[in-house]
């Protein structure tokens, strides 16, 4: 299932035609593309799209879009009978076998959304691989759950490729300030960058399912619905309101046309040159600053390594919680091997950080693990009349990252039969403590419970202390594992 290794890279389409749903009433400054700045690496074997006529790349995308939104729409109307989505495997083909939820032969996703759980399926399922899956989950999940996550969050993930057996860091940069308060959208150029060097589909394929939530609509789900009761509606209206600035309640309708606007047009840009700088320019424009601020700056990097008895273990390099993460590990290695310690104490932190998670896996043991923030929930409050982007209060201080810190453990490089086991958690800044805590717990388990038959992913009983939520992916006898603790809190979906 896994391409071959090196960069796989991304069809194009030639251009973007502003009769394709975009706003009337956009001044002509918003026809600018929107498109995530990264280096684009040689394409050896030719974009075979290349030849194709303008009209012709328009019509190709229109009806992608076109089957995008009808999927879209039936999964919406599926989702409306059924909140929690699917939570098992699918049915057996006939002459198979089934397997209980949470255990697929090919690949599996696992994320907060119903909805996006199944556009990541649809990508696997599409050819796509895991980081397909997960960067279409995520920008799904930055319209569905604007309150957790946006195109105005910070990004950090860490992929395992199964292939190479090499692991890679994803980092949105230092937190930069776009105005006092504001952080600076990174979103996009990181997810694209991620894709650029490991993605399988065409970079407008994982744009149009989001483009079109956006557009036609969503169904708020609980977790949104908690989050705009908590908070209230100062700033968030009318997106996110009734008429009478009363907040959406759980099955009402959302929409939010601008971004469904830039998303499209990050998806028709005919090249990836622009660094969301007609992005950037719409948010000085709302903002009503002098110039645009220097643009993102995401990096792939090598991943922090800790060997361990049982494999290599891999997380994100700082500015994360990776850093802190292998120092607690290192002690609790060297005071007599992998016990788990007492859940740690919970922190008082002056801002509890609000974020997503999510994770992909396939059987051949290629990962992803994406976690994303925009520090408090809806970040600033700020929304772009513009572009429909809430951005973050995120700004460059030293705690600003340190609650991000996925990590894989795999087998070495000679190792190709190991298992593959990678932990994600959010929701609280204690991150590196409770993820220590969770892998601990895993590998102090009996080895019986780490092939297990009846049970949802790896290691059920793992706890995350009460501290947020963490996201379990394992590949383990050619078969992918996934779970969430708690596991009401996320929704996986597998083929």
Not at 226 to 234: D, E, F, I, Q
Not at 407 to 431: R, Y
Not at 445 to 472: D, F, K
């Amino acid at each position: 299932m896994e391409p071959p290794a090196g960069p796989v890279l991304y069809q194009k389409l030639l251009l973007w035609d502003p009769s394709l749903g975009f706003e009337d009433d956009e001044e002509e400054e918003t026809s600018e593309l929107v498109a995530p700045d990264t280096r684009r690496p040689h394409d050896s074997l030719g974009n075979k799209f290349g030849g194709l006529t303008g009209a012709w790349a328009r019509l190709g995308a229109a009806l992608l879009l076109l089957a995008v939104g009808f999927s879209l729409a039936a999964r919406q109307l599926y989702t409306r009978g059924n909140p929690t989505g699917s939570l098992g495997s699918a049915a057996p083909r006939p002459g198979g076998h089934s397997h209980h939820p949470g255990v697929y032969h090919h690949g599996a996703i696992v994320s907060p959304a119903a909805t996006c759980s199944h556009l990541g399926r649809e990508l696997l399922v599409a050819g796509g691989n895991v980081v397909d899956a997960g960067v279409g989950a995520a920008l799904c999940l930055a319209v569905v759950h604007p309150h957790a996550t946006g195109l105005g969050a910070m990004f950090w993930g860490l992929f395992y490729n199964s292939t190479s057996r090499s692991p890679t860091a994803l980092t949105s940069g230092p937190a930069q300030t776009l105005s006092p308060g504001l952080g600076l959208p990174t979103a996009l150029s990181t997810l694209h960058l991620l894709h650029t060097h490991f993605g399988r589909l065409p970079w407008p394929r994982l744009l149009v399912g989001p483009a079109t939530l956006a557009r036609e609509g969503f169904l708020v789900d609980a977790a949104l619905a908690a989050a705009l009761a908590a908070r209230g509606t100062k700033g968030l209206c009318p997106l996110l309101c009734h008429a009478d600035g009363t907040p959406l309640g759980p099955g009402a309708r959302a929409t939010n046309p601008k971004l469904a606007a830039v998303l499209l047009r990050a998806a028709l840009a005919p090249t990836p040159d622009l660094a969301g700088d007609a992005l950037l320019s719409l948010l000085v424009r709302d903002l009503g600053l002098q110039g645009p601020p220097s643009g993102p700056t995401p990096a792939l990097e090598p991943a922090l390594q800790l060997a361990m008895p049982q494999g290599l273990l891999s997380t994100t390099p700082g500015p994360s919680a990776g850093p802190e993460l292998l120092t607690v590990l290192k002690a609790a290695l060297r005071s007599g091997g992998p016990s788990p310690d007492p859940c740690p104490a919970p922190l008082q932190a002056p801002v509890t950080p609000v974020g997503s998670v999510l994770a992909t896996i396939d059987s051949s043991g290629s990962v992803l693990l994406l976690a994303s923030s925009l520090n408090s929930s809806f970040g600033s409050g700020h929304l772009s009349p513009s572009t429909g982007v809430l951005l973050s209060n995120l700004v460059a201080k030293p705690t600003a990252s340190a609650w991000a810190c996925p990590l894989i453990l795999h087998g070495g490089s000679d190792d190709t039969e190991a298992d593959v086991l990678g932990l994600v958690a959010s929701g609280t800044p204690a991150v590196a403590r409770v993820m220590s805590h969770a892998l601990l717990s895993h590998l102090a388990a009996p080895q019986t419970q780490a092939q297990p038959q009846h049970q949802q992913g790896p290691t059920p009983s793992t706890s995350v202390c009460g501290q947020g939520t963490l996201l379990q992916v394992a590949a383990q006898a050619e078969h992918a594992h996934v779970s969430s603790v708690p596991s009401s809190c996320c929704t996986f979906q597998g083929f």
